[in-house]
Protein backbone atom coordinates (compact mmCIF):
# COMPACT_ATOMS: atom_id res chain seq x y z
CA UNK A 1 0.00 0.00 0.00
CA UNK A 2 1.34 3.45 -1.14
CA UNK A 3 1.73 6.49 1.86
CA UNK A 4 -1.25 8.66 1.19
CA UNK A 5 1.10 11.96 0.73
CA UNK A 6 3.48 10.59 -1.07
CA UNK A 7 5.11 7.33 -3.16
CA UNK A 8 6.85 5.67 -0.67
CA UNK A 9 5.21 2.53 1.10
CA UNK A 10 2.95 3.35 3.66
CA UNK A 11 3.97 1.63 6.91
CA UNK A 12 1.63 3.30 9.32
CA UNK A 13 -2.10 2.74 9.33
CA UNK A 14 -3.60 5.37 11.69
CA UNK A 15 -7.26 5.13 12.77
CA UNK A 16 -8.95 8.34 13.74
CA UNK A 17 -12.28 8.80 15.61
CA UNK A 18 -13.42 12.32 14.30
CA UNK A 19 -17.43 12.51 15.26
CA UNK A 20 -18.04 8.95 16.12
CA UNK A 21 -17.06 7.81 12.59
CA UNK A 22 -12.99 6.09 11.97
CA UNK A 23 -11.22 7.57 9.27
CA UNK A 24 -7.91 5.60 8.26
CA UNK A 25 -4.88 7.08 7.13
CA UNK A 26 -2.00 5.50 5.28
CA UNK A 27 1.19 7.16 5.88
CA UNK A 28 5.23 6.48 4.98
CA UNK A 29 7.11 6.80 8.26
CA UNK A 30 8.11 10.33 7.29
CA UNK A 31 4.34 11.69 6.72
CA UNK A 32 3.74 9.71 9.70
CA UNK A 33 6.15 11.41 12.01
CA UNK A 34 4.81 15.02 10.38
CA UNK A 35 1.43 14.07 11.33
CA UNK A 36 1.67 12.95 15.07
CA UNK A 37 4.11 16.09 16.25
CA UNK A 38 2.10 18.34 14.15
CA UNK A 39 -1.24 17.16 15.58
CA UNK A 40 -0.05 16.71 19.38
CA UNK A 41 0.13 20.48 19.94
CA UNK A 42 4.26 20.13 21.12
CA UNK A 43 3.76 17.99 23.75
CA UNK A 44 6.56 14.97 25.35
CA UNK A 45 7.97 12.40 22.86
CA UNK A 46 7.87 9.32 22.82
CA UNK A 47 10.16 7.26 20.68
CA UNK A 48 9.22 6.27 17.01
CA UNK A 49 11.34 3.73 16.47
CA UNK A 50 9.59 0.59 18.09
CA UNK A 51 5.66 -0.37 18.11
CA UNK A 52 4.81 0.53 21.09
CA UNK A 53 6.04 4.14 20.85
CA UNK A 54 4.14 4.45 17.93
CA UNK A 55 1.18 3.34 19.64
CA UNK A 56 2.60 5.63 21.77
CA UNK A 57 2.36 8.32 20.04
CA UNK A 58 -1.29 7.75 18.41
CA UNK A 59 -2.39 7.98 22.08
CA UNK A 60 -1.04 11.78 21.76
CA UNK A 61 -2.71 13.03 19.30
CA UNK A 62 -5.97 13.19 21.13
CA UNK A 63 -4.51 14.40 24.08
CA UNK A 64 -2.89 17.69 25.40
CA UNK A 65 0.31 17.94 26.92
CA UNK A 66 -1.25 18.79 30.17
CA UNK A 67 -3.08 15.77 30.21
CA UNK A 68 -0.53 13.33 29.29
CA UNK A 69 1.95 14.70 32.01
CA UNK A 70 -0.58 13.73 34.46
CA UNK A 71 -1.40 10.11 33.09
CA UNK A 72 2.46 9.78 33.03
CA UNK A 73 2.26 10.57 37.08
CA UNK A 74 -0.07 7.92 37.93
CA UNK A 75 1.19 4.83 39.47
CA UNK A 76 -0.21 1.40 39.71
CA UNK A 77 -0.62 0.75 43.42
CA UNK A 78 -0.04 -3.06 42.95
CA UNK A 79 3.19 -3.70 40.72
CA UNK A 80 4.53 0.30 41.13
CA UNK A 81 4.74 0.64 37.43
CA UNK A 82 3.80 4.36 35.89
CA UNK A 83 2.13 5.07 32.61
CA UNK A 84 4.98 6.63 31.52
CA UNK A 85 6.95 3.64 32.02
CA UNK A 86 4.32 1.63 30.00
CA UNK A 87 4.23 4.14 27.31
CA UNK A 88 8.45 3.89 26.73
CA UNK A 89 8.59 -0.13 27.19
CA UNK A 90 5.20 -0.73 25.83
CA UNK A 91 4.76 -3.36 28.29
CA UNK A 92 2.36 -3.15 31.82
CA UNK A 93 3.49 -4.69 34.77
CA UNK A 94 0.44 -7.02 36.47
CA UNK A 95 -2.69 -8.13 35.44
CA UNK A 96 -4.44 -5.02 37.64
CA UNK A 97 -2.59 -2.22 35.62
CA UNK A 98 -5.41 -3.37 32.58
CA UNK A 99 -8.19 -1.84 35.68
CA UNK A 100 -6.68 0.63 36.99
CA UNK A 101 -4.90 2.26 33.69
CA UNK A 102 -8.20 0.76 32.06
CA UNK A 103 -9.96 3.80 30.85
CA UNK A 104 -6.33 5.46 29.17
CA UNK A 105 -5.71 2.63 27.06
CA UNK A 106 -9.46 2.33 25.73
CA UNK A 107 -8.61 4.87 22.60
CA UNK A 108 -5.07 2.80 22.58
CA UNK A 109 -7.13 -1.30 22.48
CA UNK A 110 -9.80 0.42 20.38
CA UNK A 111 -7.45 1.76 17.99
CA UNK A 112 -5.67 -1.82 17.48
CA UNK A 113 -8.56 -3.72 18.15
CA UNK A 114 -11.51 -2.45 17.02
CA UNK A 115 -12.91 -3.22 19.88
CA UNK A 116 -12.45 -3.14 23.85
CA UNK A 117 -13.99 -6.07 25.04
CA UNK A 118 -12.46 -9.22 24.54
CA UNK A 119 -14.60 -11.47 22.32
CA UNK A 120 -12.85 -14.55 21.62
CA UNK A 121 -11.87 -17.80 23.21
CA UNK A 122 -10.57 -17.51 27.19
CA UNK A 123 -8.81 -20.29 29.41
CA UNK A 124 -11.05 -21.81 32.08
CA UNK A 125 -9.45 -20.64 34.86
CA UNK A 126 -8.50 -17.13 33.75
CA UNK A 127 -10.23 -14.65 35.81
CA UNK A 128 -9.77 -16.31 38.89
CA UNK A 129 -5.89 -16.87 37.98
CA UNK A 130 -5.82 -13.42 37.18
CA UNK A 131 -6.77 -12.02 40.75
CA UNK A 132 -4.67 -14.30 42.88
CA UNK A 133 -1.66 -13.17 40.33
CA UNK A 134 -2.61 -9.70 41.16
CA UNK A 135 -2.90 -10.14 44.64
CA UNK A 136 0.18 -12.39 44.72
CA UNK A 137 2.35 -9.35 43.31
CA UNK A 138 0.71 -7.15 45.75
CA UNK A 139 1.82 -9.07 48.85
CA UNK A 140 5.16 -9.76 47.35
CA UNK A 141 5.71 -6.21 47.17
CA UNK A 142 4.63 -5.55 50.32
CA UNK A 143 6.81 -8.03 52.21
CA UNK A 144 9.91 -6.50 50.27
CA UNK A 145 8.84 -3.20 51.26
CA UNK A 146 8.14 -4.52 55.19
CA UNK A 147 12.35 -6.10 54.70
CA UNK A 148 13.48 -3.29 53.51
CA UNK A 149 12.13 -1.43 56.49
CA UNK A 150 13.15 -4.09 58.70
CA UNK A 151 9.82 -5.15 59.67
CA UNK A 152 10.04 -8.87 59.80
CA UNK A 153 6.96 -9.49 61.94
CA UNK A 154 5.34 -7.97 59.23
CA UNK A 155 6.90 -9.62 56.38
CA UNK A 156 6.50 -12.90 58.20
CA UNK A 157 3.17 -12.36 58.21
CA UNK A 158 2.99 -11.73 54.33
CA UNK A 159 5.24 -14.72 53.71
CA UNK A 160 2.66 -16.58 55.42
CA UNK A 161 -0.24 -15.47 53.28
CA UNK A 162 1.67 -15.80 50.17
CA UNK A 163 2.11 -19.39 50.76
CA UNK A 164 -1.64 -20.07 51.99
CA UNK A 165 -2.86 -18.27 48.23
CA UNK A 166 0.21 -20.44 46.43
CA UNK A 167 -1.21 -23.72 48.31
CA UNK A 168 -5.01 -23.29 47.30
CA UNK A 169 -4.01 -22.58 43.42
Do not use: W
Amino acid sequence: MKCQKCDKNATFHITELSGGKPEELHLCEDHAREYLTSSDGGSEEAPLSSLAGALAQQMQVGQTAEELSRLDQRTCPVCGISFFDFRNKGRLGCPHDYVFFGKDLEPLLLNIHGETEHTGKRPRHSPHDTDFKTELIRLRREMKAAVSEENYERASKLRDEIRRIEERE
